[in-house]
């Protein structure tokens, strides 16, 4: 049933990437199975990529058992990030930019840092952090829009080994004050305000709020000049980093860390209940996020690398500011959004920065696919050679947009799957290895053992569909959950004893292959078939009316559970009952019977996290005309949608 109408495009390695790039298809093979058969081996070599300042002896020591998980590697080794990420390139390339920042607004310009004045700023940020108090493993928090000091202010923790917890700047006070709270941060550093897409975020004055409900429990504010617009500050507690940065010294030597040492938390809201704040360490997290961007964007020095993630994001954390400057890359942050001044925003961007590696979600090319293909074609993009992908499954109708028109057709896309918790890319084509197919992100990275489980665990061989689990360790895994190690174990290796639990559905083709069917908290059961909501989604943005949909389950008399769908249009005045059957008929055809949508609701936008996905969650209860219960809404990236579905919904009870 759900192998219907599957698409069998499939776009070979061109030859010159077969040729060029890192890894080709003998390479890729050869070092898979390598670090399969071998992996202590394997990751004593690929560990050498950082410098150790003491060298580790034992590589892998982990455990997916029941009762004794436990994730460490290359324990007796010490490092550090920032001078992996900084002091390490100085000689080589002390004069090459390792950031370009890219303002909201054209008029608000573009900076560019070298290595050499990351290294002076950043241990300026360090002598700040610690004349506030931090020491080595405190928590401190982040609450900062895309702005260069985000990067400082990560690097300056891991310079003195503090522990960061960046909380995404579209958190309002209540859950920025939870995070501060299960954090138990001392010390916040945020901006007088942010700019987005035109628009004035209030981060100081949201801090102070969420400051007002944890009386006592934070000792210091940093405050960054943003907009310069004043904002009240609380004598004692709040201080302007200019202010703070005059009075401390130049120098701050990196402190030596234990592989094992944490270097950041970052908190991720689970579908229901509370936010778990994964843990990550130094050493393997580094490798990892390393020589994953190294090898699946195919960087080679003089590319101008950007990832379009938002810093309070793991993809930010990883693919803006780690595995990019323990690479020595350049790397571009942009503070704004796709449509601000207008939809051509990145191409102009991508244009005048000269940006070869383009790595953004699913959620922004299906929101420039719906503003035409002009708005693209209007810039050259001559220097763009990679796409990536990441965040959501990407639907084929959008995989192919962003193929042939955002890439000319000559682009390899990546279309990267991962998670907070595993810390870098896992599932993932390799541009000068894998032919790449529509849809799917076919291959893991090396070290990376998928399985496709049954719901009673047996492992599936072969062409297969069910729940994805790693049957063991990577060293950019999450080491638990901050403060809360039984829940960890209970979230992701009770479900399946012995492994690791992504909590996705995935489907393996005969090639090998590996496609994501959606979370598995977001499978549907309609008469007694499992239908992945991605798949339901994919069919209807296929159509050509379509430009987003998301598709919940809702109590259904008689199937048990119904599919309803919400369905963003190309135009929105073509809403009609006609172009409704129309849709329903469509995905019947092309998926088949048990695929027929009960409820078709026509939406202006969709609740979304910062990260650009789908709260379903917050769906599902409108469908079922359930407000109750609506759960946590403050992290919503838009909360005016809500109240248009929720005055357009289908289902009164
Ligand atoms: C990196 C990141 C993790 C969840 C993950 C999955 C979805 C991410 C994907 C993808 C299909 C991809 N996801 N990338 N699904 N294809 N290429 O997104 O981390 O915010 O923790 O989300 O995102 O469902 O389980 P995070």
């Not at 607004?105 to 950043?122: F, M, N, Q, W």
């Not at 580094?286 to 994001?313: E, K, P, R, S």
């Amino acid at each position: 049933m759900n192998g219907k109408k599957q698409t069998t495009v499939v776009y070979p390695v061109p030859k010159e990437w077969a040729e060029r790039a890192f890894i080709n298809a003998q390479r890729y093979e050869a070092m898979y199975a390598a670090s399969i058969a071998n992996p202590e081996e394997f990751w004593r070599e690929h560990g050498k990529r950082i410098h150790w300042f003491k060298p580790y002896n034992t590589v892998k020591n982990t455990s997916f058992e029941p009762g004794k998980v436990s994730i460490k590697w290359y324990e007796e080794g010490t490092t550090n990030v920032s001078y992996n990420c900084i002091d390490r390139h100085l000689a080589e390339r002390g004069d090459q930019v390792a950031t370009i920042w890219v303002g909201d607004h054209p008029k608000d310009g573009a900076r560019s840092i070298t290595y050499r004045e990351l290294h002076a700023i950043v241990m300026k940020w360090a002598n700040v952090l610690k004349s506030q108090g931090v020491r080595k493993g405190d928590v401190v928090t982040l609450y900062l829009p895309m702005i260069p000091e985000a990067t400082y202010a990560m690097l300056a923790c891991a310079r003195i080994g503090a522990v960061h917890s960046a909380v995404s700047t579209i958190c309002a006070s209540n859950s920025l004050a939870s995070r501060i709270a299960d954090a138990g941060s001392k010390v916040v550093v945020t901006a007088d305000q942010g700019l987005r897409g035109g628009h004035k975020l209030e981060l100081k004055a949201a801090v102070d709020a969420a400051l007002d409900k944890l009386p006592g429990v934070v000792t210091s504010v940093i405050v960054v000049k943003r907009t310069g617009a004043p904002v009240g500050m609380l004598k004692g507690r709040d201080h302007y980093y200019n202010e703070l940065s005059d009075t401390v010294p130049e120098q701050c030597p990196p402190e030596e860390m234990k592989a094992e040492d944490p270097l950041f938390i970052l908190f991720t809201s689970g579908s229901t209940a509370k936010p778990k704040g994964v843990v990550h360490t130094t050493g393997g997290y580094l490798v990892y996020a390393a020589m994953t961007h190294q090898y699946v964007f195919d960087y080679h020095d003089g590319d101008i690398y950007w990832c379009t993630a938002d810093i309070g994001w793991i993809t930010g954390h990883s693919y803006i500011v780690y595995g990019p400057l323990a690479n020595g890359a350049t790397t571009l942050m942009f503070e704004g959004v796709p449509t601000y001044p207008n939809v051509s925003r990145y191409w102009d961007i991508i244009d005048k920065h000269k940006v070869s590696l383009f790595y953004t979600a699913p959620t922004a090319i299906r929101s420039l696919m719906r503003s035409g293909e002009g708005a693209v074609k209007s810039y050259s993009r001559a220097s763009l050679r990679l796409l990536g992908s990441v965040g959501e499954p990407i639907d084929p109708k959008s995989w192919e947009w962003y193929h042939r028109v955002v890439g000319d057709g000559r682009c390899p896309i990546v279309d990267t799957w991962w998670q907070t918790e595993t810390g870098g890319i896992l599932i993932t084509p390799l541009p000068g290895a894998t032919d790449l197919k529509p849809g799917s992100a076919s291959k893991p990275f090396f070290g990376v053992k998928p399985e496709i489980v049954d719901a009673a665990g047996n492992v599936l061989d072969g062409v297969a569909d069910g729940n994805l689990v790693i049957a063991d360790s990577w060293p950019g895994q999450g080491r638990t959950l901050y403060r809360d190690p039984e829940r960890f174990e209970q979230e992701y290796f009770s479900p399946y004893p012995g492994k690791y639990f992504t909590r996705d559905g995935a489907r393996r083709d005969a090639d090998g292959d590996y496609s994501m069917t959606g979370r598995v908290d977001d499978v549907i059961n309609v008469s007694g078939h499992r239908i992945g909501t991605a798949e339901v989604e994919a069919a209807l943005v296929a159509h050509a009316s379509v430009s987003e949909a998301a598709v919940v389950g809702y109590p259904h008399e008689i199937k048990g559970q119904g599919i309803y769908a919400y369905v963003i249009l190309i135009e929105d005045d073509a809403a009609s009952d006609d172009l409704r059957k129309e849709l329903v008929s469509w995905v019947r055809r092309e998926k088949g019977p048990t695929f027929t949508i009960d409820k078709v609701q026509f939406a202006l936008g969709l609740p979304k996290t910062s990260s650009g996905k789908i709260i379903r969650r917050i769906l599902g209860k409108i469908a079922e005309d359930d407000f109750t219960a609506l759960g946590d809404t403050s992290t919503l990236a838009d909360p005016s949608v809500l109240e248009h579905l929720i005055d357009n919904r289908l289902n009164r009870n």
